[in-house]
């Protein structure tokens, strides 16, 4: 691959990888407030004494225990994307280096 096409796709790599992390970050702090979130409404769950609160509350946890299936799974997925892209800037940047550093 040529110089003048690796530069633009390491560029390309890079802000991919950057906009994942922002996701995979945004996605833990999301899962973090849901699992506190839980935490809360079963605490509160064992205080209720109205039947319809308990069955609201015991909704919005199910509720939150799916989301935080879907984030799980999301990050699984978005793991298994860094580690592609990483390797594959790994090479890029190693074939950049050897074209501007050739060995004789």
Known sequence: MALSFTAPTITRLEKEIADIQKLVRESETKR??????????????????NANDLSNKITRENKLKKEIEEINGFLKQSSKQLADKNQLLTQLRMKTDATKNPTK
């Open 32 to 49: 973090q407030k849901a699992l506190s979130t839980i935490n809360k409404l079963q605490r509160d769950q064992k205080l209720s004494r």
